[in-house]
C-alpha cells in the first residue's frame, strides 16, 4: 500500500520532469535551443496509449502525446486508491 503511493508519486514527478523539458525544448526556454526529439520521455510513460495517438487527426497529436501519461497516472493512482481502501 505505502509501496504503490512511492511508486505513484515517482511517476508522477517523472510526468512532469518530461512535461517541463517538453517546453523547454519545444520553445527554446533558458537559452536551450529547440529540440524536435524533446517528447521522447513522454512515450514510454504513455505506454500503451500512446500508440493509439495516430488515430486521431495529425494536428492533436503532440497534445495526445503530452496527455498520454496522465491516463496511466489517473489508472495508477485509482489502483493505490482502491487498495487502501481494500486494506482499511
Avoid at 23 to 36: A, C, K, M, S, V
Wanted: with cysteine; hydrophobic share 60%; glycine share 6%.
Amino acid at each position: 500500500m505505502k509501496m504503490c503511493r512511492i511508486v505513484a508519486w515517482v511517476f508522477t514527478f517523472l510526468y512532469a520532469a518530461a512535461l517541463v523539458l517538453l517546453l523547454i525544448g519545444t520553445f527554446g526556454l533558458f537559452g536551450n535551443e529547440q529540440d524536435p526529439l524533446s517528447a521522447v520521455f513522454l512515450v514510454p510513460l504513455g505506454l500503451p496509449w500512446v500508440l493509439l495517438v495516430d488515430l486521431a487527426p495529425e494536428p492533436a497529436w503532440p497534445w495526445l502525446g503530452a496527455l498520454t501519461p496522465a491516463i496511466n497516472l489517473a489508472l495508477l493512482w485509482a489502483l493505490c486508491s482502491r487498495l487502501k481502501n481494500r486494506h482499511a
